[in-house]
Every structure is written in C-alpha cells, then in structure tokens.
C-alpha cells in the first residue's frame, strides 16, 4: 500500500527550462511534506519542506506547491541546471501521530535529468 | 556533510548467516534510524531510535533489530539474512532540538547482498 505515489519514474528537461516533479498521497492524515534530492551512490540530502497550513513555499530555485484538496504536491525547479540531475523523493509525516517527525514516508522516487 | 559513517559500505553474505550493520556519527543528535532503498519501493524506515536504549519499530521492521547502547552508535542486526535483504540500507539522523528542524541526514549507504 503505497501512501506516497510518484507516479513518474523519470523526466528529461532542457536546461534553463522548469523542472515540475509531483507526487500525490492518499493518507488524509499527512501533515508535512518534504522533498529529497539523491545522486547516484551517496546518501538523500533534504531539499525542501511545506506543512499542511501553506500551499507554497520557496527557496531559491525551488518551490513545493501543495494541493490538500487533491493530495497532491509537486516540486518546480526553475531554471533546472545540470547539476539538478538526481533522484528526487517525495515524502510525508502525519505530526498528530507520536514520533509524527520521525515516521516518514517516503515515495519511490523520479529519476531527473537536466539535458545541457 | 553530516557526521555519519556507516560500515561496512558494502557486504556479501549467505543466506542464514548474521549480519550487522553499524552506523556511527559525530553530531550527537538525538534520533537515528535505519531505512533501506529498494527499486519500486522508495526508502522505507526499518526502525529507529529516540535516545539511548529508546527504538520503535518502522514499516519493514520484521527480520531486523536494532540497538542503541550509546548515544552515537546505532546497529542493525539481520539475525539470519535472506536474499528478501539485499538491499541499500542508508542510516540517518535527526534532532530538532540542535536548531536543524525536522530535517533528515542521511549517511552513504550500505550495501548488502544475500546470497
């Protein structure tokens, strides 16, 4: 049962275009989510997060845009630059819940490649 | 980078044999946990600990425990591998508490093959 959908396997974007991963959940209960970057061989790093009382938030070339109404969110790169090829992961935690912070669930990931 | 080493990086092991998995860091943060990466599956938490002797089960915890004798070292113990194992396990850490959020640092990885 998979309560963090990535449904996109891969994307291919030109570089200097906008980059638009999404990702839909099905756990109503989810109250944050957030947004990892993994290379090849190395370990996730965090990119960025939102919480359930905000449909936006931005850091510098990245934005999570969340849709309660839909259960779905989705990250935009802009502009997307080579060195953003990686494996992005969505993930999800329902706070109401003990040890919400540390109970992550995570999707199975989008392959992106930024093509110079 | 955060202070996390995992060892051993990469493992070949029979079936039915013990393997330990053993994740050491240097920050001192509060929370560790064990999640292993599978194709079509993302990253699924194993187990993870909230202090010294303190762990709680994740969403794949059969076949595995875990233990935290100190607050910098937090094992992984398959009591008797199955190929269903071979995975990359990655150990993380986490302490809201040291003004880093909720955020989530990953270790490197190990990778385990069963066979």
């Known amino acids: 049962d998979q309560q963090v959908k990535q449904n996109s396997p891969s994307l291919s974007v030109q570089e200097g275009r906008i980059s638009i991963l999404n990702c839909d959940y099905t756990?109503?209960?989810?109250?944050?989510f957030l947004w990892y970057k993994k290379y090849p061989a190395e370990g996730p790093t965090f990119l960025i997060s939102i919480s359930s009382i905000k449909d936006k938030n931005e850091d510098g070339r990245f934005t999570v845009f969340l849709n309660k109404s839909a259960k779905h969110l989705s990250l935009h790169i802009v502009p997307s630059q080579p060195g953003d090829s990686a494996v992005y992961f969505c993930?999800?935690?329902?706070?109401?819940?003990?040890?919400?912070?540390?109970?992550?669930?995570f999707g199975t990931g989008t392959k992106l490649q930024v093509i110079p | 980078d955060a202070g996390i080493t995992q060892s051993p990086r990469h493992k070949v092991t029979e079936t039915g044999t013990p393997v330990t998995l053993r994740c050491h860091q240097t920050?001192?943060?509060?929370?560790m946990y064990w999640y292993r990466q599978d194709p079509g599956h993302g990253l699924r938490l194993i187990h993870y600990?909230?202090?010294?002797?303190?762990?709680d089960k994740g969403e794949v915890s059969d076949g595995y425990s875990v233990s935290r004798s100190k607050t910098e070292d937090f094992l992984l113990t398959l009591e008797s591998a199955t190929s269903s194992q071979t995975s990359v396990y990655f150990c993380?850490?986490?302490?809201?508490?040291?003004?880093?959020?909720?955020?989530?640092?990953f270790g490197e990885g190990s990778w385990l093959t069963v066979v």
């Open positions: 920050e001192n943060h509060r929370y």
């Open positions: 600990s909230y202090g010294v002797k303190d762990t």
């Open positions: 756990n109503s209960m989810f109250d944050y």
């Open positions: 993930a999800a935690s329902d706070l109401s819940v003990s040890g919400g912070y540390q109970k992550v669930t």
């Open positions: 993380a850490i986490s302490d809201p508490g040291q003004g880093t959020g909720n955020t989530i640092y």
